[in-house]
């Protein structure tokens, strides 16, 4: 009879799941994408879950364990494709959430694989996700001709209503990659520095109208930073 896996073990696995998780995870969160840093650990450790199920107790009622391993790693893969498809949307200009998706579906693989015990590739999966999220977004936006730009925002509001401010540059096709609050002392109005990325072709002037007629805005220039 094979010796259940130790508790610690199990702890040890479940516990890197979640911090790799939460690495790809906060990078999403930091630039206000649906699934972020709670969803990535959810993802992570519960495709992880998934796996030591299958590698320590399925054992004690299947008479292949190897097989029914593979398949449940398979159910993983395909499963959550059901949670990243909610992460893509239709905009002006192509799809949007699509990295998202990728990250979400990463994520269960680096959980499966942290499960049986491939450290070593749920690590370097990880670092070589963030050197692409990070490191070649500029490289990514010289090819798909995009331009950043980083903005002070001031709302002549003090009721920004954020979710629906994200809500509509996702329509435009305008990716905020920062959304910072400038002074949070102002009482009647609200600052905001945000860093935008859109189509060389896109036309910001428009966006900034569309801003001051829906959500008060009152100005706009450009950041110093």
Known sequence: KERIMN???VALRIFLAASLGAIIGIEREMKHRAAGFRTHIIVSVGACLIMLIGVDAIGEISSDKARD???IAGQVVSGIGFLGAGTILQKKDGVSGLTTAATLWL???IGLAVGIGYYAGAIFATIICLITLVALK???DF??????????????????EQDSFLDFTKKEGVEVRKLDVVDEDMDDISVFEATLSFHKNYDIDEFFKELKSDFHLKSVSLSDK
Do not use: E, H, M, P
């Not at 090819?143 to 920004?160: E, G, M, P, V």
């Open 7 to 9: 508790i610690f073990l």
């Open 69 to 71: 391993v593979a398949r």
């Open 107 to 109: 994520s269960a693989a």
């Open 138 to 140: 500029g490289f990514s």
């Open 143 to 160: 090819i798909n001709k995009r331009t950043t730009q980083s903005y002070i925002l001031t709302f002549d509001t003090n009721n920004f």
